[in-house]
């Protein structure tokens, strides 16, 4: 009797099971796994006469991405790549070093200014990224003070304007993602166990030791939470590059966008964006490396 | 308690230096961390080279901050502060020659043991052979040897406490520093370590400051107390002294005095207190405290020594516990209650209301100012 009521009893729970997993399950497959295997099937199919990918399988979008077109070889595709590569990580770096200090501050700041220090870093991304874009067009436009002040300083030649330009969309960029590099870090600087900085100094490390051994290590998985919600974010990003770039340096993310609407090739979009998705995984894992060889060994794993 | 230390040098390969009779010598240290947080208030101290000095106090007198201005973690509003001689006032923590060890131990998660043990070696810039021969000669000295490869999160508590002081030892600083080092551990851990600690000061005849609250492990340990209170140093002596002749109220009540009357009127006849009065000539105090072990509790009936006889104070049982090898009661006498003990000698206990007679050895009377 016993072994039947653990029999049911184990019935009951696998059922219990299945009902509390089924909406992720569910959820995943539906609007990760479908699309995803249905953009990886596009990216080996033929693109047809009319846009659409057809039949047989080939390997002819990615020949394209690597740059064989009617023309022969061209280096156009991975310019793209590489540059996109760049943004990201100049911007992932520009947003840590600001974020960095700035966590720090609010982290040691009086515990009644903190949640109002946070909501000033938080607030402006309840706007709308287009909008917010559009205000930095405003801002570094042609003839603004910004524009004049950067040509009266010999950055720009006059009348150029520092919008549009690399520097601006890189600009949009460190500024979008802010907030997701503090919140993370700020995290962690706020459990910091202070002890260590003097045990640190104590043992006769100078500041540079101090923070390397007594700081750094401790902020590691709020840097590494941060790097992600940053980095692969500003990657894939459209709408930036799009506006403040002003189309003359195509990023990937806009790269794979012009496929499925104007350029009307959805196996080359398609491809694209699975190499996108690669090179995040990549980077995931030289973050992770990176994480162990600085020290974090719990916690820092993703 | 001898005061004889053996030779700095052990097999740990420490030199023999000579040092100054005082190794660290603190002249009115003021600190304060805003108007109402006054952590240090003129703190005046000399601390003997080679021994055993604590720091006793409650939280919040100041004895960590004092700790800290030592090691050079913060620095004081004003005062000096000299270590072997050397006024080090406004030297920077990492260039002087002390070391801590911190309460929560503050080892470095990202390092292993040995790591963390030879971090101070590696600041000071040893070369790496160097560096893990002493660390292993200072993990064989305390005995954790076998840890040296394992990570921090893999270690218990105990393990923790003597890899941090391994990890300040091995720099063979002047002075070490220990902040409540046993607070986070298991009574029977902390008397093991306490013993541990006190056997390797012996050994290496360095200058320990000790700082903690427990007035048991500030008597078993030190050579020298210090009692603390907001922010002054409220008397400095041997534990012995502390404890039978305290300076003032505060350092009776912190060291477990429970028996400390005010007096209310005081001649060359005697005194008075709350539970009645007291013949002999003391001297003048505010204060009058009668310490449990130097009164001797009698049935109210049976007849007083003979000679001059000492004081008797005639008391009713109102509570008794218990303790194994002693009975502790509290009795009613006069206008107050007083505890009184008597070692259990198979005599039985008096029963709550009984009648019984204190008897007080008039050497064991002490009156205090303050």
Avoid at chain 1, 284 to 296: K, T
Avoid at chain 2, 7 to 13: D, F, N, R, Y
Avoid at chain 2, 267 to 283: C, I, M, Q, V
Avoid at chain 2, 293 to 301: G, K, L, Q, S, W
Wanted: a neutral charge; aromatic letters at 8%.
């Amino acid at each position: 009797m016993a072994k039947a009521r653990a029999r049911t009893g184990g019935w009951s729970a696998i059922w219990h099971l299945l009902g509390l997993v089924a909406p992720g399950v569910i959820w995943i497959v539906v609007f990760l796994v479908a699309p995803a295997a249905y953009l990886m099937t596009i990216a080996f199919m033929t693109n047809g006469s009319y846009g659409l990918p057809e039949m047989p399988l080939t390997l002819a979008a990615f020949k394209q991405l690597a740059g064989y077109g009617f023309l022969g070889w061209s280096p156009a595709n991975l310019y793209v790549v590489g540059r996109t590569l760049a943004q990201t990580v100049l911007a992932t770096a520009a947003v840590i070093l600001i974020a960095y200090p700035v966590a720090f501050y609010i982290s040691r700041a009086p515990a009644r200014l903190r949640p109002l220090m946070l909501l000033l870093v938080v607030v402006p991304s309840w706007t709308n990224q287009v909008i917010r874009a559009i205000g930095w067009m405003n801002i570094l436009a042609p003839g603004t003070p910004m524009a004049d002040l950067a040509a009266a300083l010999g950055f720009i030649s006059p009348h150029l304007g520092l919008y549009p330009s690399q520097f601006a969309v890189a600009l949009g960029l460190v500024y979008n993602f802010l907030p997701f590099m503090v919140l993370p870090l700020y995290a962690v600087f706020e459990r910091l166990d202070t002890a260590q900085i003097d045990a640190a100094r104590d043992l006769g490390a100078g500041t540079w030791d101090a923070f390397r051994h007594g700081v750094l290590p401790q902020t590691l998985p709020g840097l590494a939470a941060g790097t992600v919600l940053v980095a692969i974010p500003a990657f894939g990003m459209y709408v930036i590059p799009e506006l403040l770039g002003g189309g003359k340096n195509l990023m990937l993310g806009s790269l794979v966008a012009r496929q499925f609407a104007a350029a009307s090739n959805w196996p080359f979009g398609a491809a694209a964006a699975l190499i996108m998705i690669v090179a995040t995984l990549v980077g995931l894992m030289v973050l992770r490396r990176l994480g162990r060889r600085l020290g974090g060994d719990s916690g820092v794993m993703l | 308690m001898s005061q004889s230390r053996s030779p700095a040098a052990t097999e740990a390969g420490r030199d023999n230096a000579p040092r100054a009779d005082t190794a660290i010598s603190l002249r009115g240290l003021h600190q304060a961390f805003g108007p109402d947080a006054v952590a240090l208030d003129g703190v005046d101290l000399d601390i003997p080279a080679g021994s055993f000095f604590t720091l006793l106090g409650p939280s919040g007198c100041g004895k960590t901050s004092l700790l800290r201005v030592i090691a050079g973690l913060d620095s004081p509003d004003a005062g000096t502060l000299s270590i072997g001689g050397r006024d080090v006032t406004r030297t920077a923590a990492h260039k002087r020659n002390v070391n801590t060890v911190f309460q929560s131990y503050a080892l470095f998660g990202h390092l292993d043991v040995a790591a963390n043990i030879g971090f101070g070696l590696r600041m000071q810039g040893h070369d790496r052979a160097t560096i893990k021969k002493r660390v292993a000669e200072t993990a064989a000295f305390i005995q954790i040897d076998n840890l040296l490869g394992r990570r921090i999160d893999q270690l218990s508590g105990g393990q923790r406490q003597r890899v941090a002081l391994a990890r300040a030892l091995v720099n063979e600083p002047d002075v070490l520093l220990l902040d409540e080092p046993l607070s986070a551990l298991d009574a029977g851990l902390r008397a093991t370590l306490q013993l541990e600690l006190l056997r390797i000061q012996r050994r290496l005849g360095m200058t320990f400051v000790f700082v903690t609250h427990d007035q048991d492990e500030a008597m078993v340990m030190s050579d020298t107390v210090a009692v603390l209170n907001q922010g002054r140093i409220e008397q400095v002596g041997a534990p012995a002294a502390l404890y039978e002749r305290p300076a003032n109220p505060f350092v009776a009540r912190f060291m477990g005095h429970s028996n400390l009357f005010a007096i209310r009127a005081q001649d060359a006849e005697g005194l008075t207190a709350d539970f009645g009065r007291l013949a002999g000539d003391f001297r003048p105090g505010s204060h009058v405290l009668l310490r449990p072990e130097v009164m001797h509790i009698r049935p109210a009936d049976a007849p007083a020594a003979g000679g001059q006889g000492p004081n008797v104070i005639r008391a009713q049982v109102r509570e008794r516990l218990y303790r194994g090898s002693r009975m502790e009661y509290t009795v009613a006498a006069g206008e107050t209650t007083l505890v009184a003990v008597d070692d259990n000698r198979g005599q039985g206990m008096y029963d709550i209301g009984a009648e019984v007679a204190l008897a007080v050895e008039q050497s064991g009377v002490v009156t205090l100012d303050g």
